[in-house]
């Protein structure tokens, strides 16, 4: 059962505007939630992170929002640059194991 | 470089053959993670440590798959009697750790190893 889900395989948008990745969890136990980001023939990088108490956390062109009532999170770049070009992952947690969405591949067209 | 290292970058394998892969987490994470990764998919957790010892383990785990962490340090993952459903991308994670779980104890990720079984 995927409990971390990433509707929308890929995205594109125009440098220089926003991007809006999302996700949606269905555990209600999950407390902290991250997005990594992830080159070809690398693993995952770490990008940002929010802690269940918050509904926001803000780190220059990143910012994530959590809805809990929702169950959704989102990730916004601002502005958009070509270098942000990657597959992006959402995961949560709940104690000891992180679960991960399947992915969002960004393209930011220069 | 002070992050996260695997080997074998890539291998590739018959059918049958055993391989093992190794990790070598951050130093002074106390935590550390087994993934794989198959196309189209995010990482699926397999299995962790804290410290030395294997804590938690996936129902993805088969018989077939063995992890250690003999010293608290570098990890080793071992696939016997390789299927071709065992190709996939293994990554390795550590995190500072701590028991329960941090907010802040995010995982860094190697660069993984890719499996190929022919």
């Known amino acids: 059962d995927q409990q971390v889900k990433q509707n929308s395989p890929s995205l594109s948008v125009q440098e220089g505007r926003i991007s809006i990745l999302n996700c949606d969890y269905t555990?209600?136990?999950?407390?902290?939630f991250l997005w990594y980001k992830k080159y070809p023939a690398e693993g995952p990088t770490f990008l940002i992170s929010?802690?269940?108490?918050?509904d926001k956390n803000e780190d220059g062109r990143f910012t994530v929002f959590l809805n809990k009532s929702a169950k959704h999170l989102s990730l916004h770049i601002v502005p958009s640059q070509p270098g942000d070009s990657a597959v992006y992952f959402c995961a949560a947690s709940a104690g000891n194991q992180f679960y991960f969405g399947t992915g969002t591949s960004l393209t930011v067209i220069p | 470089d002070t992050g996260v290292s695997q080997d074998p970058r890539h291998k590739i394998t018959k059918r049958g053959q055993n391989v093992t892969f190794r990790c070598d987490p951050i130093?002074?994470?106390?935590?550390l993670y087994w993934y794989r990764q198959t196309l189209g998919q995010g990482p699926e957790f397999l299995t962790y440590?804290?410290?030395?010892?294997?804590?938690?383990k996936s129902r993805l785990l088969s018989d077939r798959f063995s992890a250690e962490r003999p010293k608290g340090s570098f990890s080793t993952l071992e696939i016997q009697r390789t299927e071709q459903g065992d190709s996939a991308m293994y990554l390795c994670a550590s995190s500072l750790g701590g028991a329960p779980i941090l907010p802040t104890d995010t995982q860094y990720f190697g660069p993984g190893t890719r499996l190929t079984v022919l």
């Open positions: 929010i802690s269940s108490i918050k």
């Open positions: 440590f804290q410290n030395e010892a294997q804590l938690e």
């Open positions: 555990n209600s136990m999950f407390d902290y």
């Open positions: 130093s002074e994470h106390n935590r």
